[in-house]
T-cell receptor, first 111, second 113 residues
Framework: GENVEQHPSTLSVQEGDSAVIKCTYS??????FPWYKQELGKGPQLIID?????GEKKDQRIAVTLNKTAKHFSLHITETQPEDSAVYFC??????????FGTGTSLTVIP | KAGVTQTPRYLIKTRGQQVTLSCSPI?????VSWYQQTPGQGLQFLFE???????NKGNFPGRFSGRQFSNSRSEMNVSTLELGDSALYLC????????????FGPGTRLTVT
């Protein structure tokens, strides 16, 4: 089955700086890559996603890049704010009905 | 549009008992997936239902089962609870078909004593 690795496991940045989280996947058949943000006591929230026919996608301060050849994808958050502090998960899916998740990155934005 | 709802939010059970968790998907969503989240193992896929049929199953023992009703609501059952079943159980819904975007509920925190 698919194996998704995520790095780093923890990340601290100063407010206003950028944060980058990276994931690799093993199954070349995976074609959908969502990112989730999970705040304490809540379920994961879909924040951005990308499909394998696209190399980059942006939504305001958040962007995701995908390198199909290298089988890795990254989340970029610019101009970080304290409310960005949360645990972020990447995931991969081939069919859209079974997802494999990374182990999560705990992001702390220091005011 | 209302989000994914899960009941109950918190549950305490004793080892050996069984438990049923409920999930109501977003209106119009026909696919419901269940995940177990623990600090050590992260988010692990349990199973996925679409139109009342289990389409996919993760690597969990048979003590974990589920079902989906005609209104797309889903239930998950764990029999003969073990201490290691203590976790946050998350339900996620999606349109199914070509709709890949999956939306999670707040989860049910199960504690087994």
């Amino acid at each position: 089955g698919e194996n998704v690795e995520q790095h780093p496991s923890t990340l601290s940045v100063q407010e206003g700086d950028s944060a980058v989280i990276k994931c690799t996947y093993s199954d070349s058949a995976s074609n959908y890559f969502p990112w989730y943000k999970q705040e304490l006591g809540k379920g994961p929230q879909l924040i951005i996603d990308i499909r394998s026919n696209v190399g980059e996608k942006k939504d305001q301060r958040i962007a995701v890049t995908l390198n199909k050849t290298a089988k890795h994808f990254s989340l970029h958050i610019t101009e970080t704010q304290p409310e960005d502090s949360a645990v972020y998960f990447c995931a991969a899916s081939e069919t859209g009905n079974q997802f494999y998740f990374g182990t999560g990155t705990s992001l702390t934005v220091i005011p | 549009k209302a989000g994914v709802t899960q009941t109950p939010r918190y549950l305490i059970k004793t080892r050996g008992q069984q438990v049923t968790l409920s999930c109501s998907p977003i209106s119009g969503h026909r696919s419901v997936s269940w995940y177990q989240q623990t600090p050590g193992q992260g988010l692990q896929f349990l199973f996925e239902y679409f139109s009342e049929t289990q389409r996919n199953k993760g690597n969990f023992p048979g003590r974990f089962s589920g079902r989906q009703f005609s209104n797309s609501r889903s239930e998950m059952n764990v029999s003969t609870l073990e201490l290691g079943d203590s976790a946050l159980y998350l339900c996620a819904s999606s349109l199914g078909g070509n709709g890949y975007e999956q939306y999670f509920g707040p989860g049910t925190r199960l504690t087994v004593t």
